[in-house]
């Protein structure tokens, strides 16, 4: 089938160039790029006012599938992820059972290939069960197809287990992908410590419970040569010592939330467990520290840490409650208002750290938009604006903190392989 995407302003950060193309897909890959292109074509797409982008990578994601598909199942996450413009994402391992071995990797991304809507990756943990003991079958996975290992949900707390899996990690040629969080340090707690913590008369989680571990991690990797990325990153200080470490050579990415570079914990007015993740939301200085490592490429992409809940878990108030929210159906809108249009980043740095830089990352062929490369696509209005509605998102996770705000930037179309798998 030919599809014709005319008149769009097509944003490749492949060669950085920005330019008012018409985009021709023929058997799944991108056949002609060129202005005022005169082919009958069974599907046109009119891209007018719109941005022709590579689709979205999404590093981490929480499909919550085997094992807890009353949360979320592989086909309500993957119908989430490509109303927002995802075309890959990376699933996590913390699932019931945990992704330790490689018949779970192949359950998902079995299940995954015969939805067909996006591409699914499915990382694998570093430690069987997530118990932080001992090894999964770390070699077993990479047959199977793993991107990465990651323990997401916690930090391995043995350091010499981490540094174990980090050596074959070098081993294999794939990244680690960490969770930094000291669990000794969190103590109970369930938002970020600050005066707004003793106004809800909840417990804290300082800075250091995401530094410390930051800082060992990198170390770790220094001496094992393993390719780093942090995970969410919340913290001023993880922002500084990303930045050294890259002065000095080190092999490390980082990734930064929409709700992190958007919300602060003096956001949380009452006991609402919608503003509760992991980590919490921390002060303004950290969400300045978080826009300005963006927009100097300190931070090489921009994630959702997907964690769809149910209603009746997030009824239970911020102490009881489960760390999380959805992030991919609001997450470009949030990168598009609270970053693009206050001047914080570009449109190509809006493809570049949620398209091409996590397709470095992972190694894939995609996060371009150039003739010859697979169609992964993904037309965006930047200026349409509306109302967040969770009671619209395709996941089965409403649990989200910016319900009711307005936002600019609709995902009008994503293709998947050439295949337009949905249209607004």
């Known amino acids: 089938m030919l599809l014709l995407i005319k008149n ?27 202005p005022g292109l005169s082919v009958k074509a069974e599907r046109v797409i009119d891209a007018a ?57 192949r359950y998902v991304h079995n299940k995954a290939q015969d939805i067909g809507l996006a591409h699914v990756l499915q990382a694998g943990s570093m430690t069987m069960g997530e118990r932080g003991e001992e090894l999964s079958d770390i070699e077993g996975m990479v047959e199977a197809g793993i991107p990465g290992l990651s323990e997401d949900g916690k930090s391995v707390m043995n350091a010499r287990l981490c540094r174990e899996a980090m050596a074959l990690a070098v081993k294999y040629d794939i990244p680690i992908f960490a969770h930094c969080e000291d669990i000794n340090l969190v103590n109970g707690g369930v938002v970020n410590e600050d005066g707004n913590a003793k106004r809800l008369g909840q417990k804290g989680i300082s800075n250091s419970v995401e530094d410390v571990i930051a800082a060992r991690d990198m170390i770790l990797a220094r001496e094992t040569g393993a390719a780093l990325h942090l995970c969410h990153c919340s913290t001023k200080g993880s922002v500084q010592m990303l930045k050294f470490a890259k002065q000095t050579g080190l092999r490390v990415t980082a990734e930064a939330c929409p709700h992190h570079f958007t919300l602060t914990s003096s956001d949380i007015r009452e006991d609402d467990a919608n503003y509760k993740m992991n980590p919490p939301l921390r002060t303004q200085e950290d969400v300045d520290a978080l826009r300005e490592g963006l927009r100097e490429d300190i931070i090489d992409v921009i994630a959702t840490d997907h964690a769809p809940h149910t209603a009746i878990e997030k009824g239970e108030g911020i102490r009881r409650a489960p760390f999380g929210i959805t992030g991919l159906e609001t997450a ?23 398209s091409y830089n996590p397709a470095k990352i992972l190694g894939l062929d995609r996060g371009t938009v150039e003739e010859g490369k697979t169609a992964d696509l993904v037309v965006f209005d930047p200026q349409q604006e509306y109302v967040v509605n969770p009671a619209e998102f395709y996941s089965k996770g409403k649990n989200t903190p910016f319900a009711g705000r307005k936002v600019k930037g609709v995902v009008i179309a994503t293709i998947v392989d050439g295949r337009v798998v949905y249209e607004k």
């Open 332 to 354: 470009a809108s949030l990168v598009m208002t609270e970053l693009v249009d206050q001047g914080y980043l570009t449109m190509m740095q809006m493809a570049e750290k949620m």
């Open 49 to 105: 006012g719109c941005c022709v982008m590579p689709g979205f990578i999404d590093m981490h994601v929480h499909l919550r599938d085997p094992g807890q598909e009353h949360k979320e199942t592989v086909e309500t996450g993957l119908r989430a992820a490509v109303h927002g413009g995802f075309t890959t994402i990376v699933a996590m391992p913390n699932t019931k059972p945990v992704v330790d071995n490689p018949d779970v990797v």
């Open 8 to 34: 769009g302003m097509v944003v490749n950060p492949g060669d950085k160039t920005q330019t008012e193309s018409d985009v021709l897909v023929e058997n799944g890959k991108v056949k002609q790029i060129a």
